[in-house]
């Protein structure tokens, strides 16, 4: 108790507790996977003030989708809550892991809504983080993607955001981080967790408004399998969707950004970072697109 309070006392003296960012953590599969917790510890470990909010089974493939969130007919994953448990529930040992029982995009607003006020001292969350998601979420997937629909959620709500979606990942409980840290999925999700941090870190730093508004990032991770630490992968600016009529922003020498698909497909471990307009879940245009290449240049590099 004294040394927390004695570190806080000097953070605040030195003005650095201004500089704390806010997060909710969401994603689409559930708020026990392994991905989220492993996600969860890297951002705390790397000074950020986090609240998890998750839904309570997986929801993967449900886009968009909204209800009110209701009391479990069915346990939560990996047995996590009983049946009966209310609508709404967290952790009594830990209270910022939250699980919600109904879509993605409810999980995200009421980190947005309710948690982050009761967590953040009133304040609104500085950024949503959504996944990383098990699995790819390329092209036309991003559509039905539960991943991208919270994010979205949290972009359309004023509160910038982003997606993260991983190759290397099963749909498996926290508990295998301890249980099995050396299996390749395990390993995954630090390697993964280190990168989203890497992003976040640039682009929490950057000038505020820290995305524009009604916009949000789709970044896909490539397999791990020949990629094994962080410090293998690179990040590429692409496009969600093939269309060569539209002029992008010009970098690496053009004018025409490539596919997250193609990317993530070729050798070199790059990750891709998709510029996309949170209600059509579409590309953006060229001069928003500059916005995040701006933002992100000392981390992009050309797949080309
Ligand atoms: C709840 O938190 C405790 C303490 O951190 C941890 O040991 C336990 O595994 C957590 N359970 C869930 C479902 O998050
Ligand atoms: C998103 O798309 C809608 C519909 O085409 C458009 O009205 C809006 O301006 C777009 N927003 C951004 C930020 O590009």
Same mark, same amino acid.
């Given at each position: ?6 570190? +806080? ?33 890297? +951002? ?27 009391? +479990? ?64 979420? +390329? ?40 249980? *099995?840290?050396? *299996? ?5 999700? $630090? ?50 969707? *093939? ?31 998709? $510029? ?7 590309? $953006? ?20």
């Amino acid at each position: 108790m004294f040394s927390s309070a004695a570190i +806080l006392f000097v953070l605040a003296s030195f003005g650095l507790a201004q500089t704390t960012k806010n997060l909710v953590l969401t994603n689409d599969d559930g708020w026990a996977v392994a991905q989220i917790r492993a996600q969860n510890d890297a +951002l705390n470990a790397a000074g950020y003030n986090v609240v998890l909010s998750c839904p309570a089974v997986d929801k993967s493939g449900t886009g968009s989708s909204t209800a009110t969130p209701t009391v +479990l007919k069915t346990p939560c994953e990996f047995n996590t809550c009983p049946t009966g448990s209310p609508a709404t529930g967290f952790n009594a040992s830990d209270t910022r892991l939250n699980y919600v029982n109904a879509f993605p995009v409810d999980a995200a607003r009421f980190g947005i809504e309710t948690l982050a006020p009761k967590f953040f001292s009133g304040s609104k969350p500085d950024f949503v983080v959504s996944g990383p998601n098990v699995g790819n979420n +390329l092209g036309s997937t991003v559509l039905i993607s539960g991943t991208v629909g919270a994010a979205s959620e949290a972009a359309l709500e004023g509160i910038p955001s982003a997606a993260f979606s991983a190759a290397t990942a099963s749909q498996v409980s926290y508990t295998t981080l301890t249980s *099995s840290p050396t *299996s390749a999925d395990s390993k995954a999700t $630090v390697i993964y967790s280190s990168l989203s941090v890497q992003l976040l870190n640039v682009l929490l730093a950057s000038s505020t408004p820290i995305l524009p508004a009604g916009i949000s990032l789709n970044v896909n991770y490539p397999s791990t399998s020949s990629c094994t630490s962080a410090s293998a992968f690179k990040f590429v600016l692409t496009r969600i969707n *093939s269309d060569p009529g539209a002029t992008d922003v010009e970098t690496c020498g053009t004018t025409h950004l490539p596919t997250e698909s193609s990317v993530i497909a070729k050798s070199g471990c790059f990750a891709t970072v998709s $510029v996309f307009n949170a209600s059509t879940k579409g590309d $953006v245009n060229a001069a928003t697109q500059g916005i995040v290449l701006a933002k992100l240049t000392s981390i992009l590099t050309c797949s080309n």
